[in-house]
């Protein structure tokens, strides 16, 4: 990897390893959530870097893509399983991670066994190993212990200004004899349930991305589109930040019309198919 390169993701790294600390901090009872992911998207800026994606906090069944709404009223409970997914990015470089709380349960049995098949997995990220070796460690961590790995999320590759490339580790066992390869960074992630290990797309949708450039009627919807490329630089954004471009309705019908003409991605949240609680845990490496 170049120098430049390089130093460019240690910047993002040593950015993240502040928001994750600030971030912890800011999970208690009776929090919003609205609050909770502002302050962590102040924080990102405060700090010179950029997010590579809106504040993720995803609760109990919901497993991921939920960024809180315009004006959103979710509040923090006991109990909670809470899953916190922060991207920084420096020049387009992103460094990415997860972690899960649940507050007045210090040691959740999801949160230790994530945690634990991640361990096992990082181990396993270097040059020539195989997807499917890692996908295998990952699903049996997670079995010996009577929970199930979600089969259809995986760890992923990153480069610059994109958040999903190769390769892709899902968590379940799989046969993909691909490679991994010295000069990757991988984010990779790990989500164990007490459902049967899948997600579903589900509502509300609150995270979106450029796809493409569409002729778009409403004057919102050309400046959403605009602002996709060039504030969010192609990274995906929220619904949120939005609100200097329209109105909460004007926004609603500009990103439905994106949507429908095929310009913009949607992400909806994505939800454990039996409602099983869901924990998370990521790191990112580079590969040596
Ligand atoms: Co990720």
Redesign the pocket.
């Known amino acids: 990897m170049e120098k430049e390169i390089l130093k460019n993701y240690e910047n993002a790294k040593s950015a993240s390893d502040e928001v994750i600390e600030f971030a912890k901090k800011l999970i208690k009872i009776g929090e919003k959530a609205l609050d909770i992911a502002e302050k962590i998207e102040k924080k990102i800026e405060e700090l010179k870097v950029k997010p590579a994606f809106p504040v993720n906090i995803s609760i109990n069944e919901i497993a991921a893509h939920y960024t809180p709404d315009i004006d959103d009223n979710l509040i923090i409970q006991q109990n909670d399983l809470i899953k916190i997914?922060i991207?920084v990015h420096v020049n387009g470089y992103i460094w990415?991670?997860?972690f899960t709380v649940c507050i007045g349960e210090k040691d959740h049995p999801l949160i230790r066994i994530s945690e634990k098949a991640l361990a096992e997995a990082l181990k396993l990220i270097k040059a020539g190993t195989k997807v499917y070796e890692i996908s295998e460690v990952v699903e049996e961590t997670i079995k010996n212990e009577g929970f199930n790995p979600i089969r259809n999320l995986c760890?992923?590759g990153?480069d610059q200004f994109n958040?999903?490339t190769t390769p892709t580790i899902p968590n379940g066992e799989n046969s993909i004899q691909e490679e991994i390869k010295e000069g990757q960074v991988i984010?990779m992630?790990v989500f164990a349930t007490n459902g049967s290990g899948l997600v579903k797309e589900s509502y509300p949708t609150l995270i979106y991305k450029f796809k493409q450039d569409k002729p778009a009627r409403l004057w919102e919807a050309r400046k959403i589109l605009e602002a996709s490329k060039t504030r969010f630089n192609g990274l995906p954004f929220a619904k949120r930040w939005l609100t200097s471009i329209a109105t909460p309705l004007k926004i609603d019908l500009a990103l439905k019309q994106l949507t429908q003409i095929d310009a913009l991605i949607s992400y909806p949240v994505l939800k454990e198919v039996t409602n099983g609680l869901v924990a998370q845990t990521?790191e990112?490496v580079i590969v040596k």
Do not use: S, V
């Open positions: 997914d991207g990415d991670r997860a760890g992923h990153l958040q999903h984010a992630e990521e990112t």
